[in-house]
């Protein structure tokens, strides 16, 4: 069993910067991948970034160059780095951990006004 709190996000304008973050309870060494995805009204989710145990990340080519995602090991914890924001990417995120099954923490907002 994983649990995940998410933290961060919130109200921006474009062009600005947001991080969430998502503190695992167990040690994210024994987490194959972590990760956001998001989801806008009306749309469906979409994976944003995700990180593997060993290190390796990836994104959506949406996000990439403005977004990076990375761990800070000793806290058990991801964090996503939102940078050049834009209306678009209005969504509520959702941090998620694998290891036999996929845990979802709960889900932040994030609003980025013009």
């Known amino acids: 069993q994983v649990q995940l709190v998410a933290s961060g996000g919130g109200l921006v304008q474009a062009g600005g910067s947001l991080r969430l973050s998502c503190a695992a309870s167990v040690s994210i060494f024994s987490i194959n991948t972590m990760g956001w995805y998001r989801q806008a009204p009306g749309k469906q989710r979409e994976l944003v970034a995700s990180?593997?145990?060993?290190?390796?990340?990836s994104y959506a080519d949406s996000m990439k160059g403005r977004f990076t995602i990375s761990r800070d090991i000793a806290k058990n914890t991801a964090h996503l780095q939102m940078n050049s924001l834009k209306p678009e990417d209005t969504a509520v995120y959702y941090c998620?951990?694998?290891?036999?099954?996929?845990?979802w923490g709960q889900g932040t907002q994030v609003t980025v006004s013009t």
């Open positions: 990180i593997t145990s060993g290190g390796t990340t």
């Open positions: 998620y951990a694998e290891k036999a099954y996929r845990y």
